[in-house]
T-cell receptor, first 113, second 112 residues
Framework: GAGVSQSPSNKVTEKGKDVELRCDPI?????LYWYRQSLGQGLEFLIY????????KSGLPSDRFSAERTGGSVSTLTIQRTQQEDSAVYLC???????????FGNGTRLTVT | TQLLEQSPQFLSIQEGENLTVYCNSS?????LQWYRQEPGEGPVLLVT?????EVKKLKRLTFQFGDARKDSSLHITAAQPGDTGLYLC????????????FGTGTSLTVIP
């Protein structure tokens, strides 16, 4: 597709369950970012992938969070043993060359009950 | 963590009024971007400023990058209901980590 695609758009899960969030970046974009956004707030950086380099995981809030990017394209963000404070919108973005702007997906709204 | 503070956090104005949103940091950035986000969607880029002191205009929106490349402002003239949304500034730090640091956001409501 032409834009960044994220799935699912909404996810409701019970506390303690694991969830996987998917991101399909724009074809050819080498960089991929995951952000978390609480209601109406700014974006909290989670993790950044660039080509085949080791990812920058400095924003992951705990070891329950992990992400991978297979084949330099699709990325999956996994949250294990979800907690209520994990409830937020998870946004994925990709970009082309260094310094070019981010292109965002519409996010996955995660609700942990 | 390089923090960008935006002010005001919330703004509700009447159609036709002017407004300015500020984005401030103690860090120097290679470039700074402004995004607008509508409910249920991801942020969409409005503009990128690169040079200290740079001014860019996008119809009724005027963006300025501070001389020291630490701060920026967004001025909207004659606001319209279609300007309603969450405005986010983002500083790009290109020398280490290639990270985008997002501001705290300004939620704008323009009342018809």
């Amino acid at each position: 597709g032409a834009g960044v695609s994220q799935s699912p758009s909404n996810k409701v899960t019970e506390k303690g369950k694991d969830v996987e969030l998917r991101c399909d970046p724009i074809s050819g974009h080498t960089a991929l970012y995951w952000y978390r956004q609480s209601l109406g707030q700014g974006l909290e950086f989670l993790i950044y992938f660039q080509g085949n380099s080791a990812p920058d995981k400095s924003g992951l809030p705990s070891d329950r969070f992990s992400a991978e990017r297979t084949g330099g394209s699709v990325s999956t963000l996994t949250i294990q043993r979800t907690q209520q404070e994990d409830s937020a919108v998870y946004l994925c973005a990709s970009r082309g060359v260094t310094g070019s702007p981010l292109h965002f997906g519409n996010g996955t709204r995660l609700t942990v009950t | 963590t390089q923090l960008l503070e935006q002010s005001p956090q919330f703004l509700s104005i009447q159609e036709g009024e002017n407004l300015t949103v500020y984005c401030n940091s103690s860090s120097v950035f290679s470039s700074l971007q402004w995004y607008r986000q509508e409910p249920g969607e991801g942020p969409v880029l409005l503009v990128t400023v690169v040079t200290g002191g740079e001014v860019k205009k996008l119809k009724r929106l005027t963006f300025q990058f501070g001389d020291a490349r630490k701060d920026s402002s967004l001025h909207i003239t004659a606001a319209q209901p279609g300007d309603t949304g969450l405005y986010l500034c983002a500083g790009f730090e290109g020398t280490t980590g290639n990270q985008f640091y997002f501001g705290t956001g300004t939620s704008l409501t323009v009342i018809p």
